[in-house]
């Protein structure tokens, strides 16, 4: 009370908000929107992309590895898995999407 009197206390007047603040916030959200697009989404979307038809052109005969880490040959193809012989007179059926890298294919052999 004693520094109201005095006059070291001011009321504080309003002042007016710029009319951009929704505006700007909006702006944001779509440029961090765009950073996270380019950074994260569209490198794994291209990467998906490679890798499904890296498997859709698999055939007998190419040498591969899964993503469980075992090596095998591919003996057959179906809709959405794979035949695969590990080792003689063993044959294992895994999905497509098991497949991490293609080693040889019989192509490159001849």
Avoid: C, W
């Avoid at 951009?20 to 490198?43: D, H, K, S």
């Avoid at 859709?56 to 040959?73: R, S, V």
């Amino acid at each position: 009370m004693i520094l109201a009197f005095f006059g070291f206390i001011q009321q504080a007047e309003p002042t007016p908000r710029p009319g951009g603040g929704m505006i700007q916030m909006l702006f944001m959200f779509g440029l961090i929107f765009a950073i996270f697009y380019f950074l994260i989404i569209r490198p794994q979307r291209t990467k998906q992309k490679k890798h499904q038809e890296m498997v859709e052109q698999l055939k007998p005969g190419d040498k591969i590895i899964t993503t469980g880490g075992i090596y095998g040959t591919v003996m057959g193809v179906q809709k959405d898995r794979i035949e695969l012989k590990v080792a003689s007179n063993v044959k294992i059926d895994i999905l497509k999407t098991a497949v991490g890298v293609v080693l040889s294919s019989k192509k490159e052999k001849k």
